[in-house]
């Protein structure tokens, strides 16, 4: 769609002040009827309403339900406001849309002072309600009349969504970025300000190992299967997969952890001074370093065996974190967290504190199956839960994602919120509600084929964190941390993500936007 397009769609959408200062007062030489609705997906229901509406007045006003104040289902509002606005505004029956930031539309009503107020058949068909009355009420104050529609079907957004969401992704980052004055060019300048930044990690490593055996057959007497070894093959995960993957991002990384005194803590810094990081290596002689060995036969996972020492670190050891830390000027420090004995009640308060002045602070938890918190992480810049994390902190598995995403911002006191919601995407938060500039969007998947989900989280962290340090917006890192992710999930295995894969991603999907 050309710009010139959008425009005109662009000038029927309106401010309330506008809308009033158009319409002009009671009583008008042209009769004036007002619609409103959430309009999440413009169905034919919609558009019968609408058509019918029109009929009974000379200028239509499409009023909706902004974002903030949308909580009926998960993961709605599935279309933002802008884009929801310009769908109306597209229709020749509507003469002006209305973002409308309150939850009802009693003020709209009351300052607008529309001659009819149109509602659906089904708000009239099993008796009105108390809303409704309300909203009667606000019209009969001034003379206005309230009119329903005639409909035998009720088509519902809600479970046009539910049952096979639209796949919009490219419509709705384009719609994002004009409203934040982003292009395409400016997420590729963006991707270039990421070389030589300086990252510190502190966190847990994990070594993932995959044990690859031949199935020999069951012992006569027990249930015990027996297998043949033919090869075990080791990665750096944990907190160092994510050292990797902002090494492999651009940034000049140094990775401090706690690793026993053993060949896999070797294996460790081998692997990572071979990627170019800076590993500040710990060693507690008294725990061993932490490895999750995967037994697999004939491609199935048959048993996990962990070596875990989930202990509190030791005094010297924090002391040693601490200095670290103090030592090393940075642009940003990432905390990730797997809760194996760094992070804790008591230590996380002094790492803290000893983080240097100015620096961009991110904390990052995968801790939902063992009694981690993410909330633990207070006053952080950016924070970058999963939906199963954060409903673990808040207690709360009932909320939408909206809601829950809102409650965990508040609570957090940080900054920013990156919500990862696996194949739906992200939900980002840089405000409470009320300011002058929206204060959370959401971003869809970019993924086109996914093929492993695994370290999709971590190459979110990474680009997020260089695009937040490199660009201060958390818009532009959000997108590129989300692209990031998409290629992650596109590839088997955890491996970092270069700033060309990216590259690619932005390239076929500036493509589809154009092409939209």
Same mark, same amino acid.
């Given at each position: ?14 401010? @309330? ?43 239509? =006003? ?10 009926? /289902? !998960?993961?709605?509002?599935? &279309?933002?406001? #802008?884009?929801? /606005? ?37 708000? *009239? ?8 009355? %309300?909203?009667?009420?606000?019209? %009969? ?19 046009? &969504? ?25 997420? @590729?300048?963006?991707? %270039? ?15 993932? *190992? ?46 401090? +952890? ?9 294996? &460790?810094? !081998?692997?990572?001074? $071979? *990627? ?8 507690? $002689? ?6 999750? !060995?995967?037994?697999? +036969? ?40 797997? @809760? ?35 909330? %633990? ?6 924070? +970058? ?42 939900? *980002? ?20 084929? &996914?093929?492993?989900? =695994? ?15 490199? +660009? ?39 493509? #589809?936007?154009?092409?939209?």
């Amino acid at each position: 769609m050309s710009s010139s397009k959008k425009g005109d769609y662009q000038r029927k959408i309106k401010t @309330r002040a506008e809308l009033k200062a158009i319409l002009g007062p009671r009583p008008r030489k042209r009769k004036v009827i007002m619609c409103h609705g959430t309009f999440d997906i413009v169905h034919p229901g919609h558009v019968r309403h609408l058509m019918y509406a029109r009929e009974k007045a000379d200028l239509l =006003v499409a009023s909706l339900t902004c974002d903030a104040h949308i909580s009926k /289902a !998960n993961f709605r509002p599935f &279309v933002p406001e #802008q884009l929801r /606005a310009m769908n109306l505004a597209a229709l020749e029956i509507v003469d002006y849309v209305l973002v409308d930031s309150n939850p009802t539309p009693l003020e709209a009503l009351a300052d607008l002072q529309p001659d009819l107020f149109a509602k659906g058949y089904e708000y *009239s068909k099993d008796g009105l309600h108390p809303r409704t009355k %309300e909203e009667m009420a606000v019209l %009969e104050s001034y003379g206005g009349e309230i009119i329903f529609t005639p409909g035998d079907i009720v088509f519902s957004s809600t479970a046009i &969504v539910e049952l096979s969401p639209p796949g919009i992704a490219a419509e709705k980052l384009s719609t994002l970025m004009d409203s934040e004055g982003i292009s395409f060019a400016d997420l @590729r300048a963006a991707l %270039e300000k990421l070389a030589g930044l300086r990252v510190h990690v502190i966190g847990d490593t994990i070594v993932d *190992s995959y044990t690859y055996c031949a199935l020999i057959g069951g012992a006569a007497k027990t249930p015990t299967l027996s297998v043949k070894f033919e090869k075990q093959v080791d990665f750096s995960g944990g907190a160092a997969v994510v050292s990797k993957h902002i090494r492999k991002a651009g940034g000049d990384v140094i990775f401090s +952890t706690v690793m026993g005194n053993d060949a896999l803590k070797d294996f &460790v810094v !081998n692997d990572l001074t $071979a *990627s170019g990081i800076t590993c500040n290596a710990c060693v507690d $002689a008294a725990r061993p370093t932490t490895q999750k !060995n995967v037994i697999i +036969t004939g491609g199935y996972r048959m048993l996990k065996v962990d070596k875990v020492d989930n202990r509190p670190i030791s005094g010297k050891v924090l002391d040693q974190l601490k200095a670290a830390i103090s030592a090393h000027p940075v642009d940003a420090v990432v905390f990730s967290d797997f @809760r194996h004995g760094i992070f804790g009640r008591d230590t996380i308060p002094e790492l803290v504190a000893a983080l240097p002045s100015g620096t961009l602070r991110v904390a990052d938890s995968q801790v939902a199956s063992r009694w981690g918190n993410i909330l %633990e992480f207070q006053g952080f810049d950016l924070i +970058t839960p999963n939906e199963r994390e954060a409903r673990f902190a808040l207690g709360d598995q009932d909320s939408v994602v909206r809601p829950l995403a809102l409650d965990l911002y508040r609570r957090a006191s940080c900054k920013y919120l990156i919500l990862k919601l696996g194949d739906r995407g992200i939900i *980002s938060y840089r405000s409470e509600l009320g300011s002058d500039y929206r204060g959370f969007f959401t971003i869809d998947s970019f993924a086109n084929h &996914v093929v492993d989900a =695994v370290g999709a989280g971590d190459a979110l962290l990474a680009y997020a964190t260089l695009t937040l340090a490199a +660009t201060k917006s958390i818009v532009m890192a959000s997108i590129l941390g989300s692209m990031a992710a998409a290629v992650a999930c596109e590839n088997d295995g955890n491996n970092p993500i270069a700033p060309a894969e990216v590259l690619k991603k932005i390239d076929g999907v500036e493509k #589809q936007v154009r092409y939209a």
